[in-house]
């Protein structure tokens, strides 16, 4: 039973244009998210986070995105960029249950073309 | 960078034998993860730890068990190896328990065969 979901394996996008990738969720519980982001032969590091009382959250060229009522959240980054290209993850928990509930959803991997 | 270090970096071996993965921290963070990463899974908890020797079960545990005789250190065993098993493992570590952000290390290729 995956309760977080990142339907879409694989996305590529322009340099300079905008990436959105998509993160949806089944457990009702969950108010706390994560994007982390890895390289190849590295271990994934921390993106950007958003807690369930907010909708939006910014930090430089990311944003995320975060729909309750859908269960549904979006990473955006604009403009995209080469050193971009990694593999997206995004995570999940209900805050009170401690960083070892966290769910990850599958990955998505982005290419940025030049 | 937070200071994770995991060992080996790769390791090659046959079903059956045991395996021990290790993960050293300088952080003194009380909080350490074992995680593997298998396609179309994502990320998966095996073990935590929440202090020197207070270690407990995660999402995928079955064939694996821990130790924590110091904050530093969180070793991952594999009592007897199978080809499920072969995987990426990552070391993560926090410093705190609620809404905190993880630091992972590199990552061990752990190859079955």
């Known amino acids: 039973d995956q309760q977080v979901k990142q339907n879409s394996p694989s996305l590529s996008v322009q340099e300079g244009r905008i990436s959105i990738l998509n993160c949806d969720y089944t457990n009702s519980m969950f108010d706390y998210f994560l994007w982390y982001k890895k390289y190849p032969a590295e271990g994934p590091t921390f993106l950007i986070s958003i807690s369930s009382i907010k909708d939006k959250n910014e930090d430089g060229r990311f944003t995320v995105f975060l729909n309750k009522s859908a269960k549904h959240l979006s990473l955006h980054i604009v403009p995209s960029q080469p050193g971009d290209s990694a593999v997206y993850f995004c995570?999940?928990?209900?805050?009170?249950?401690?960083?070892?509930?966290?769910?990850f959803g599958q990955g998505t991997r982005l290419t940025i073309n030049p | 960078d937070a200071g994770i270090t995991q060992s080996p970096r790769h390791k090659v071996t046959e079903t059956g034998t045991p395996v021990t993965l290790r993960c050293h921290q300088t952080?003194?963070?009380?909080?350490m993860y074992w995680y593997r990463q298998d396609p179309g899974h994502g990320l998966r908890l095996i073990h935590y730890s929440y202090g020197v020797k207070d270690t407990d079960k995660g999402e995928v545990s079955d064939g694996y068990s821990v130790s924590r005789s110091k904050t530093e250190d969180f070793l991952l065993t594999l009592e007897s190896a199978t080809s499920s098993q072969t995987s990426v493992y990552f070391c993560?570590?926090?410093?705190?328990?609620?809404?905190?952000?993880?630091?992972f290390g590199s990552g061990t290729q752990l190859s079955v065969l």
């Open positions: 993560a570590i926090s410093e705190g328990q609620i809404n905190e952000k993880l630091f």
């Open positions: 952080e003194n963070h009380r909080y």
């Open positions: 995570a999940a928990s209900a805050g009170r249950q401690g960083a070892q509930k966290l769910v």
